[in-house]
């Protein structure tokens, strides 16, 4: 399987290349795709960024823009569903982008066969999703197709917020010794999708870290604090959060294993299955970047919030042409911590 | 099948209530899955108004939002592609409501195993669209799903667009006696995908209407005629636009079915498939309403356009408190033109 996907992203263009579920999953073969497909025709000064909301002027106005599909499996999970999770991921890129949230469109594709039920207490927990974070959905659009073309529901959200902040937060702007901090324990999300998923039969009490940080961030920006990145930790966790980071700002990372805040029984279900618990999705958790001698005063507006009781400062930015990350390891090693070039489950958000 | 899915809509909610093809239709389901799902919980005085792009003021700047997700099937069809076809459909969203498109964000659900060779063309077709239209595509997100959990492609568009006009165009403006025209040929582009579906095996050479409206859109509302309702004719076609008009409006309508533009091909189409060309979706189509004495200068102006050469006045807005929609039939008779329970042609657009 390795090698297939592989070829399939980096061959000449013929009847076998084909997208592979390593293409959805954050990693390198998720890079490739848009540096190779999307990027050469559709790229411009703004989608090139690659940012999780971009920010355009338009008459007077400076807006940030997002869009994601959630096509997550199951539908429920502990912790949310769906429809809580479109919301709040795109609260969430509005939020690192130093916006404010403000408006939500929001198109659903449903399988013939989906149940009604299930479809109401998705859309409730939208509604209260927006009503929590003062957010209006303000237009949507349904499709059904043909029971086996889609898998339940699918829903994408685009989100539209105003930006007050004069120096935005972005992936590029992480300077040498700047400090890195994580506004709470990572790997939840993931490993409570995982954790319900059939094909594993695991008794788990994982719930889902889905929130909205607008709150949080909001609390952050409005201190005397500069922050120059802020990124929330999606699909492939904080290794690709982080090493997209260095990648945009031509800078290394190096990260202290054991200050990652991790729950004990993430930890263990990430021992059971293989998997470290720096690739896994968070929904509610984010990467900050900020000059050391703030960085303490900025751990402390986090401590100050239920979202970020559990934050920590991780590491700090270093001098590296290479961009690399870096992982101080618990047992006094230092370990690679590269992009994967796929990982293995699709379907997390 | 006809009482299932009537069912589905309208027995309270139990475990056999589930989504049917025909609340994807643009029919009376589709409305019936609006206004008892999602309106109760997420509907605000923005989303209530089902326009086809939401304006929204922020500090200074008014702008259009409208997101649509395309499933079109097949996805490359005679005129276009599922590409072309999702840019051009949010360009026209936004026209519509006299906002110039600026920006568009893009979604991209696609399944494991579709080839590349086929998203470069549907990325190609999204670059040339938005080239043509000087419009920006500013953010994107793109998912893969296993093989079987979508078909193929699906992509959802979401556009900005800056408005200018004071009196902005809405499906509510339509009063007495103002005269209804109709941009050009109907039902072209639902035909040309009926046509190539594989179950119908007909060779035809209809080609898709799908077009971007706005430089016509941009020259009607850069004269000096007020155009009190502009709506682009999509799923559920000439007929569910009217009668979408007449109720959000409080008005009736009655048209002269001998002056509505339709191409002798889908005509006969039309006869051997038993469809009423009325109810077939375009993609580069638009109704317009406008005072009496101004539609002979509207019709001018749409002449004067390549996309507007076949435009035609097809009827007037009556005082009616049911807001029915009437036909004049061309023997002479007249019939009701009731928006469709559902129709059986899922995935047009």
Do not use: W
Request: net charge negative; proline share 3%.
């Amino acid at each position: 399987m390795s090698s297939d996907v592989f070829n399939s992203c980096n061959l000449p263009i013929n009847d076998q290349a084909c997208i592979s579920l390593g293409h959805g999953s954050g990693g390198k073969l998720s890079s490739n795709l848009i540096n190779e497909f999307f990027l050469p025709y559709l790229g411009n000064e703004i989608l090139n960024e690659l940012e999780d909301a971009s920010v355009v002027t338009l008459n007077q106005d400076n807006i940030a823009v997002s869009i994601d599909s959630f096509v997550v499996n199951p539908i429920f999970f502990p912790g949310g569903n769906i429809g809580s999770l479109s919301v709040h991921g795109t609260i969430n890129d509005l939020a690192v982008r130093g916006a404010k949230p403000l408006f939500i469109a929001a198109s659903f594709i449903m399988e013939e066969g989906f149940l009604l039920e299930d479809l109401t207490k998705i859309i409730q927990a939208m509604q209260l999703a927006c009503r929590q974070n003062n957010v209006k959905l303000i237009t949507a659009d349904t499709k059904v197709v043909n029971k086996g073309d889609c898998d339940k529901i699918f829903i994408t959200t685009s989100g539209i917020g105003l930006v007050t902040a004069n120096d935005i937060p972005s992936v590029s702007k992480a300077k040498v010794n700047n400090n890195i901090l994580v506004s709470g324990d990572i790997g939840r999300h993931g490993m409570a999708i995982m954790a319900t998923r059939e094909e594993f039969e695991l008794e788990s009490t994982i719930e889902s870290d889905s929130a909205s940080l607008y709150s949080l961030i909001n609390l952050i920006l409005a201190s005397d604090i500069q922050v120059n990145c802020l990124r929330d930790i999606t699909r492939g966790g904080l290794a690709t959060v982080l090493n997209e980071i260095a990648m945009a700002s031509g800078i290394g990372i190096v990260i202290d294993e054991s200050q990652i805040p991790i729950q004990t029984n993430v930890a263990a279900l990430g021992e059971i299955l293989g998997i470290d618990p720096l690739y896994i999705a968070c929904e509610g958790r984010f990467v900050a970047v900020v000059d050391e001698i703030r960085a303490q005063d900025l751990l402390a507006i986090m401590h100050s919030h239920p979202l970020g009781t559990n934050a920590a400062i991780i590491g700090k930015v270093v001098d590296d042409p290479d961009n690399n990350v870096i992982a101080k390891t618990i047992i006094g090693g230092s370990r690679l911590v590269d992009t994967l070039l796929f990982d293995e489950l699709p379907r997390i958000c």
